[in-house]
């Protein structure tokens, strides 16, 4: 790498760190971009599975609704590229998009690789370097001076971003690298865990079901009694636990708890009440007396789970519906309505979509992305303390705080 000493420089070239280049460079600033991988938007690739889920095509209130914590922080940074803002400046930059199920928005090709390439073709004015580690940054007087990197090598800069993503999927490069440089200019860095992660879970008759999806059921998650989630939708049993859409959406609100806290309960059957489910199995026994009780549960659930999911209850599957007694009834439509799932820890990183914690958002300027505490730094993306549900909310969280934080120190070292 040449010397350089560009005006911003911004660690990091995934979603967060291009499009703070793409806006810094719009407002006429120096950029130089430091990628400590051999490729520019690494993660990007696999986001989606290889398709890039890039936003959700929602509202500015719905979209808040899907941040499950420090939703306010992103107000403004939403205001500034809002969804359907994102999807114009795509269409713009010659990549259009395509709107499909659940709102959810991809490349009109379904191509991650499309979205990365976009970006990095409209970002060429910057100095883009990559295998560039950084080791440090450097502060004096409460003013970013610039950064140090592995070979020892310093570059000074007026303003710095920091877009180096959080702890999740560790194999694209993010190893917490900005939590270690905002310790290191005094700010506070939540703990962080995994979120949008499969759950372990300590129920043993799951794991021959393994690759079952169950469709239109609900999870209820409770913390000391105390409803903590409902979501209805997908789930996917696994030989470890549960996976899918709203098993990765619960982890986000019982990622950092205590597995004896948190209680779990799956509804089979969210449409129907107790009551109705018990008028129904009382008229099956009256017609169909002759009929096993594993038998008459396929029209409840899948034929393979009618015998864990007796074992649960206790009752016979072979028994004859004619036998069932008025209690057993009773608890079969309860055990449909609450089966009880024992929680024993998320996934690890690896598999985590996104982090839950970072760098504390009272220490950041919401308006700007600017850390409150030190002038002329910056933050943006997944190593914030902000994080939304599966769906496209977290892209557009990275691509919202890296035009705001790009935008702002560009008008910071240009003095406008």
Known sequence: ????????????????????ALFALKKGADVCLLEKNDKLGKKLYITGKGRCNMTND????????????????????????????????????????????????????EKASDVTRTLARNIEKAEIHLNSDVKNINIEDNKIKGVTLYDGRFLPCKALVIATGGLSYPITGSTGDGYAFAKSAGL?????????????????????????TLKQVAITAYKNKKRLYFRQGELLLTHFGISGPIALSLSAHITGENPKDIKLELDMKPALTEEMLITRLDRECMEFGAKTLKTNLKGYLPINMAEPFLSITGIDPNKKLAHLNSEERKLIAYTLKHIPLNFNSLRPFNEAVVTRGGVEVGEINPKTMQA????????????????GYTGGFNLQIAFSTGALAGENAAEFILGR
């Not at 500015?60 to 939703?71: A, G, K, Q, Y």
């Not at 205001?79 to 490349?107: D, H, I, K």
């Not at 506070?188 to 079952?212: F, R």
């Not at 409150?372 to 994080?387: R, T």
């Open 58 to 109: 929602c509202d500015i209130n719905t979209f808040l609704e899907h941040i499950p914590r420090n939703s306010r922080f992103m107000y403004s940074a939403i205001n500034f590229l809002s969804p359907q803002a994102l999807m114009e400046l795509f269409e713009n930059l010659g990549c259009p998009t395509v709107l499909q199920r659940g709102s959810r928005v991809y490349p009109k090709s």
């Open 188 to 212: 506070k860095v939540t703990k962080t865990s995994p979120s949008l992660v499969p759950i372990n879970l300590d129920d043993e008759w799951v794991k021959p079901l393994s690759g079952l």
């Open 1 to 20: 790498m040449q010397e350089t000493n560009k005006e911003i420089i911004i660690i990091g070239g995934g979603p967060a760190g291009m499009t703070a």
């Open 372 to 387: 409150k505490k030190i002038s002329g730094l910056y933050f943006a993306g997944e190593v914030l303390d902000v994080d």
